[in-house]
């Protein structure tokens, strides 16, 4: 049941794309090397699929901003975001859905990882496997410590890289976005890629976004691109729940010295500058890492500890943020 999902999704982003897709499919059975290799093999020249590319540009572009269509079955949805990669964004998402989970048993929560390029939901949330199919042609998505997940990793082999044109990226966030059974959820967290570009913006314009948060470190270079990332959602009209401070400070286990070893309270800073507020600091432990690589994130591996609870604290803050629910 799991092989037609990453086959049909990969197939529609590079017909609707009219590109070439440069993506190392999974071994099934029945489709061997000339079946792939006519599935993703190029099928023009280079200069055909620029011009089809440019076509798809500008029809994309005359019809004007999107219309927002809600996910079926999802009645919020929280992006996570950063400016600036490697601050740690992706594991503040897992654990962060894991908290919203937590703070209250009888809500459902969901985690979409439209990391395209470089999804690493997988691997943290402990989850491998192809999506099963429904008998509506949508995908199901994998589930662990009471998460529903989805990610293009689960679409494609880990090691495999995607080497995609824009237009196909956006055509596979489009199906992540629309082909995929949530079934009833009360929270659905969005595990942006971080920037300001295609997907963050195809995000936006698409569906209804109760409320984005950004993620930074203190340091000055993450500061400059979290601003950005917080002007990006403020021109296309989402409201920005606020900034939390990740590896804020590192305590020594030994002598319990404390070092903030990327600056002090620069986040806090960039929330008085942006008027927004501060949901929480998260401190450089590790702990923090080495469970969310194992799959067994900090929220569940050691709730009592005080990685876990600046998680659980933030997941808090983020719902009493939320406009109040549709019925």
Same mark, same amino acid.
């Given at each position: 049941?799991? &092989?037609?999902?990453?086959?049909?999704?990969?197939?529609?982003? *590079?017909?609707?794309?009219? +590109?070439?897709?440069?993506?190392?499919?999974?071994?099934?059975? $029945?489709?061997?090397?000339?079946?792939?290799?006519?599935?993703?093999a190029d099928s023009a020249s280079s200069? =055909? *699929?620029?011009?089809?590319?440019?076509?798809?540009?500008?029809?994309?572009?005359s019809r004007g901003l999107p219309k927002?269509?809600?996910?079926?079955?999802?009645?919020?949805?929280?992006?996570?975001? =950063?400016?600036?990669?490697?601050?740690?964004?992706? &594991? &503040?998402?897992v654990n962060v859905a894991l908290a919203?989970?937590?703070?209250?048993?009888?809500?459902?929560? $969901?985690? #979409? /990882?439209?990391?395209?390029?470089?999804?690493?939901?997988?691997?943290?949330?402990? @989850?491998?496997?192809?999506?099963? #199919?429904?008998?509506?042609?949508?995908?199901?998505?994998?589930?662990?410590?009471?998460?529903?997940?989805?990610?293009? !990793?689960?679409?494609?082999?880990?090691?495999?890289?995607?080497?995609?044109?824009? @237009?196909?990226?956006?055509?596979?966030?489009?199906?992540?976005?629309?082909?995929? /059974?949530? !079934?009833?959820?009360?929270?659905?967290?969005?595990?942006?890629?971080?920037?300001? +570009? /295609?997907?963050?913006?195809?995000?936006?314009?698409?569906?209804?976004?109760? !409320?984005?948060?950004?993620?930074?470190?203190?340091?000055? %270079?993450?500061?400059?691109?979290?601003?950005?990332?917080?002007?990006?959602?403020?021109?296309?009209?989402?409201? %920005?729940? !606020?900034?939390?401070?990740?590896?804020?400070?590192?305590?020594?286990?030994?002598?319990?010295?404390? &070092?903030?070893?990327?600056?002090?309270?620069?986040?806090?800073?960039?929330?008085?500058?942006?008027?927004?507020?501060?949901?929480?600091?998260?401190?450089?432990?590790?702990?923090?890492?080495?469970?969310? /690589?194992?799959?067994?994130? %900090?929220?569940?591996?050691?709730?009592?500890?005080?990685?876990?609870?600046?998680?659980?604290?933030?997941?808090?803050?983020? %719902?009493?943020?939320?406009?109040?629910?549709?019925?």
């Amino acid at each position: 049941m799991g &092989t037609p999902a990453w086959r049909c999704l990969l197939r529609a982003a *590079r017909l609707s794309a009219g +590109g070439t897709a440069l993506v190392a499919p999974r071994r099934v059975p $029945g489709c061997g090397p000339p079946a792939c290799n006519a599935l993703f093999a190029d099928s023009a020249s280079s200069s =055909s *699929r620029d011009e089809a590319l440019r076509d798809k540009r500008a029809q994309i572009l005359s019809r004007g901003l999107p219309k927002q269509k809600p996910i079926e079955g999802v009645k919020q949805v929280v992006v996570l975001a =950063s400016g600036k990669g490697g601050v740690g964004k992706s &594991t &503040t998402a897992v654990n962060v859905a894991l908290a919203l989970a937590a703070n209250d048993s009888t809500k459902e929560v $969901g985690l #979409l /990882d439209v990391d395209i390029y470089g999804p690493s939901i997988p691997k943290m949330m402990n @989850l491998k496997g192809n999506p099963e #199919l429904t008998p509506k042609n949508l995908m199901r998505p994998l589930k662990n410590y009471g998460v529903a997940c989805m990610s293009m !990793g689960f679409l494609i082999e880990e090691t495999a890289p995607v080497v995609w044109r824009g @237009l196909m990226v956006m055509s596979a966030v489009e199906k992540l976005l629309r082909q995929v /059974d949530w !079934g009833q959820l009360d929270y659905l967290v969005i595990d942006m890629p971080p920037g300001t +570009g /295609d997907v963050q913006l195809s995000v936006s314009q698409n569906i209804p976004i109760a !409320g984005a948060v950004i993620v930074s470190t203190p340091q000055d %270079v993450a500061l400059l691109d979290a601003r950005k990332g917080t002007e990006m959602f403020r021109k296309v009209h989402v409201p %920005v729940l !606020g900034l939390v401070q990740n590896m804020s400070v590192f305590q020594c286990p030994k002598c319990k010295h404390e &070092t903030h070893i990327f600056g002090a309270d620069g986040v806090r800073d960039l929330a008085k500058t942006l008027g927004l507020d501060i949901l929480g600091d998260i401190p450089l432990h590790v702990n923090i890492r080495e469970t969310c /690589d194992s799959g067994q994130p %900090v929220v569940i591996s050691q709730p009592q500890s005080d990685a876990a609870k600046a998680y659980l604290k933030i997941a808090l803050e983020i %719902v009493r943020r939320l406009p109040k629910p549709p019925a």
